[in-house]
């Protein structure tokens, strides 16, 4: 697997300072989109619960 990454990224001349930024970017995209939909999962059951407590 290693092997492959770095056949490929001499392949296509990308050195490492290159490669690896986009995948520190879309690492936090990936982990904000999945903390905003994971909080508001989580809020969105605790209003359920206030309602029905509420009602």
Known sequence: MISE????TEKNHITKSEYIPPLLTWGIITFILFFALYTRIIVSSNEGEESVEAF
Do not use: A, E, S
């Open 5 to 8: 990454v770095r056949m490929f």
